[in-house]
């Protein structure tokens, strides 16, 4: 079974703090995505790699970088946590496939993250 | 411009229909739905590659108007299962795999 694990459900952090959110999957994909979801706004990009070191930022990447070390993890770093970034945070990935009927994301159950 | 959806939530009791619409200012390639329950992480449902096309799975189908830049997700009969946040998606560029979501419908069913 397919499985994106996200490595904290819920995180409590302090304005100034340096954030780390984890993302592993164990499909083997070459895609991976972090997301953040909130009321209203639904799900948007912020960050996406395609391939180990390599990353494209999405539509919201400020205040947020990405690292990709090994092919499975994908984390991502939020440099100097503010209240503004309070939100769900959701971690995906896919097949890199020409066909659109590969491209189907498979997502991490999401990381609850509070800016006190 | 990402995908909006209609309603932004809904309420029905068990057994009744709804129907949930993604409309795009820009092309739709091709259109994803997934569903996210309360606390889970969301799970593909189905997806629409050609303009025109329908699919079903059990009570949840779904339709693609490429001319109109819309889809839309049927519900029937709804089941207590079926609560959730529904999200569509689509490429940013054909053939990418790179995608944008709609801004998301929460569904709520009651017994």
């Known amino acids: 079974d397919v499985k994106v694990t996200q490595s904290s459900r819920y995180l409590v952090k302090r304005t100034g703090e340096k954030v780390f959110l984890e993302c592993v999957q164990d499909?083997?994909?070459?895609?991976m995505f972090w997301y953040r979801q909130d009321p209203g706004l639904g799900l948007r990009l912020i960050y996406f790699?395609?391939?180990?070191?390599?990353?494209e930022k999405g539509d919201i990447p400020e205040g947020y970088s990405v690292s990709r070390e090994k092919k499975e993890r994908f984390s991502l770093i939020l440099e100097s946590a503010s209240t503004n970034q309070t939100s769900m945070y959701l971690c995906?990935?896919?097949?890199?496939?020409?066909?659109?009927?590969?491209?189907?994301?498979?997502f991490g159950a999401g990381t609850r993250l509070s800016v006190l | 411009q990402q995908p909006v959806q209609s309603p932004q939530a809904v309420i029905l009791r068990e057994g009744e229909d709804a129907v949930i619409n993604c409309s795009s200012s820009?092309?739709?390639?091709?259109v994803h739905w997934y569903r996210q329950k309360h606390g889970e992480a969301p799970v593909f449902l189905m997806i629409?590659?050609?303009?025109?096309e329908q699919k079903g799975h059990d009570k949840i189908s779904a339709s693609f108007n490429e001319k109109k830049q819309q889809s839309s997700l049927y519900l029937t009969a709804s089941q207590l299962s079926y609560s959730g946040t529904y999200f569509c998606?689509?490429?940013?560029?054909?053939?990418?795999?790179?995608?944008?979501f709609g801004t998301g419908t929460r569904l709520k069913v009651l017994a």
């Open positions: 995906a990935s896919s097949l890199m496939g020409l066909r659109e009927a590969k491209n189907i994301q498979y």
């Open positions: 499909m083997d994909h070459e895609n």
């Open positions: 790699s395609y391939d180990v070191k390599m990353k």
């Open positions: 820009k092309a739709l390639y091709s």
């Open positions: 629409l590659l050609k303009g025109g």
């Open positions: 998606g689509t490429p940013r560029v054909s053939g990418t795999y790179k995608y944008i």
